[in-house]
């Protein structure tokens, strides 16, 4: 009986067949723009769709990008566990997007980079370039390795697919289509994938509210279960989720991801005019808005069908993250091929990271690393470059979630330092666009200062985990169990909160209750603020920037503002527009000549 816990089914060949069907239909559509575009072979067409793209496609594929399979699965046992306040970060959503399309889309824009770590070097010097890139490498591999590992590992264990042929295949699948076809590609199948991630949701809903009577019986078992209580406007910052963390400290989280993410820039700036590339992210503003809330609203319906038999505290699954997975075998077995389409809904978001990454790793590999030191490739070079980087960090990310597989609990940890590197890398983004005194030095120290505290804060707090006062869990019960299995497992924190990487020791230090408690929506605006304060002290005290040295078309302007679809802006003009000289010179770029930086950029679009 559903419900009632106990071992559920595991999956049938109509199962099998769906699931295998979605993903080969995603390699086709890899393969396809790959022989549309073959005689295009440019490295702007790899890299950045020949920077034709429109609005909606580069929107939805900007959605499935961070709709991970960790998302997937993770976010309704969220809702499930702690209730409907993870739904509040669709404020946090539209204020990200305003931040994104309207200060960073235009400066990118035009600026005409590849490399969202360009900027880095044009506004301060190529070290802290290299550093930026450097951090986003090591961030993303790591990520993308688990992004792989989690959900193979939760639906592993409850649909009995083999977990070692499902990582490799889910590698192998997105190196073909990211190393063939390009952005063209990896956008396009992020489109079939969002799509696919959509259905699993709506399926589970639907479902549920057939077993439960309705969408209205639902909604009275989370308001009666607390589940419904989201909106705690309690301003204390050691509160894991309020609507002041989650609307101010997911703002700048989510901006961290979007604005300066490569993954995400290069999306928007493949758009042919700025126009698009505004739209589509407010176009993602709303595919954000509907995942979410389905998502949520999928934990809801997990709460009320599971609302008198915990499957975690009842030992049907050891995880959270196999909660999910769990009920779709137990309500959509029934019906041949559904829970085929949840899993591939699950594998679908962890394509799209995973294709997103590999081609956003090629692109900051090639532009930062390669084509500076050498100058002479040709064209043909180039584009076998890309494919060949392109199979290699399939390989690198395949190769992580094997090393995901020993690290146990640090897999949640991971997660969290991923924001944590995000937020001081803004600060110095924002400390660059908004304060013309601030120098090479300043920004350098200020974001070793942002990451340093950032990671003292989020390690601590994963050491000594805060309480189940500031984390409110909600109540379970297993009093309506039918089959309990008698297994004690070890409950594990969802995916969005810090977790133990160690046995909680008995000794808590005094800073285990405040300092490490802090929330961890709030590491990424620590690490802004840390950043731009630190920088701009440190940029004063080293002499600043020289005023009349500086290029304005690095810096905000108030008609980037106003600039939307409607800019009568040419296409060639937003793409070639490039600053004639680096905007400070002198002290932080002795011996920087104007015409070396123009000869530069002349080369650099000859080539491509």
């Known amino acids: 009986m559903v419900g009632t816990g106990g071992p559920v089914a595991t999956f049938s060949v109509w199962d099998y067949v769906v699931f295998a069907g979605i993903i080969l239909l995603a390699a086709g559509v890899g393969l396809f723009q790959a022989f549309r575009g073959r005689k295009e072979a440019s490295s702007e067409e790899f890299l950045l769709g020949g920077r ?5 496609p580069v929107a939805m594929s900007l959605t499935a990008s961070f709709m991970s399979g960790i998302t997937v699965i993770g976010t309704p046992a969220e809702s499930y566990r702690f209730g409907s306040a993870f739904w509040i ?13 309207e200060l960073f889309v235009p400066l990118f824009y035009r600026l005409g980079v590849t490399s969202a770590y360009e900027y880095l070097e044009l506004r301060f010097s190529r070290p802290i370039r290299i550093i930026g890139t450097s951090m986003y490498i090591v961030q993303t591999a790591l990520y993308t390795g688990l992004v792989i590992y ?9 649909t009995g697919l083999d977990l070692w042929g499902v990582l490799v295949a889910t590698g192998v699948v997105c190196i073909i289509y990211c190393t063939l076809g390009g952005l063209k590609a990896v956008i396009w199948t992020d489109v079939l994938q969002m799509v696919v991630m959509l259905a699993g949701f709506v399926a589970v809903i639907a479902r549920g509210a057939v077993l439960q009577g309705g969408l209205t019986k639902i909604w009275e078992d989370a308001g009666e279960g607390g589940r419904l209580q989201a909106f705690d406007f309690d301003p204390d910052p050691l509160k894991r989720h309020t609507f002041w963390s989650i609307v101010v400290g997911g703002s700048i989280m989510w901006a961290a991801i979007y604005a300066i993410n490569q993954s995400q820039v290069q999306r928007y700036i493949s758009c042919k005019t700025l126009g698009h590339a505004k739209m589509s992210l407010y176009v993602n503003m709303v595919g954000l808005w509907i995942t979410v809330t389905l998502a949520v609203f999928s934990g809801l319906t997990m709460y009320s069908i599971y609302k008198n038999c915990d499957p975690l505290s009842n030992g049907d699954v050891a995880t959270p993250d196999q909660l999910f997975p769990y009920l779709v075998m137990d309500i959509l077995a029934d019906f041949p091929g559904i829970p085929g389409l949840f899993v591939a809904a699950a594998y679908s978001g962890t394509l799209s990271t995973v294709s997103s990454s590999i081609n956003a790793l090629v692109a ?4 930062d690393f390669i084509l500076p030191v050498y100058k002479d490739l040709t064209q043909k070079q180039v584009s076998w470059m890309n494919m060949g980087l392109s199979v290699f960090f399939g390989g690198v990310c395949i190769g992580m979630a094997g090393v995901a597989s020993l ?21 110095l983004y924002l400390l660059g666009m908004f304060f013309r005194t601030s120098n090479s030095i300043g920004g350098l120290v200020g974001m070793i200062i942002g990451l340093v505290l950032t990671l003292w804060v989020g390690i601590g707090g994963q050491i000594y985990p805060p309480t189940a006062e500031k984390t409110n869990p909600l109540p379970l019960t297993t009093a309506g169990c039918n089959n309990t299995i008698g297994q004690n497992y070890t409950t594990i924190t969802p995916w969005t909160s ?18 490490y408690s802090l929330s961890y929506v709030y590491f990424s605006l620590l690490g802004v603020l840390t950043t731009i304060v630190s920088g701009l002290l440190v940029s004063v005290i080293t002499g600043g ?3 009349d040295k500086m290029n304005s078309e690095l810096f905000v302007r108030k008609n980037d503002l ?6 009568n802006k040419s296409k060639e003009s937003d793409i070639t527009e490039k600053p004639s000289a680096n905007i400070c010179m002198g002290a932080d770029n002795p011996g920087f000549k104007e015409d070396d930086v123009m000869s530069k950029d002349v080369e650099k679009n000859t080539r491509l």
């Open 545 to 547: 920037c020289k005023q």
């Open 150 to 158: 989690a959900p193979a590992l939760a639906l592993n264990q409850i």
């Open 562 to 567: 106003i600039c939307f679809s409607w800019c």
């Open 52 to 56: 034709q793209m429109t609005a909606v």
């Open 89 to 101: 970060f669709g404020f946090a959503y539209a204020i990200m997007s305003a931040i994104s399309a």
């Open 407 to 427: 690290m146990g609990s640090v897999l949640q940890a991971a997660l969290s330092i991923f924001g944590m590197i995000s937020g001081p890398l803004l600060g």
């Open 498 to 515: 810090p977790v133990t990487l160690t046995p909680e020791p008995d000794y808590r230090p005094p800073l285990a209750d405040t300092w």
């Open 364 to 367: 900051v590999t090639v532009e």
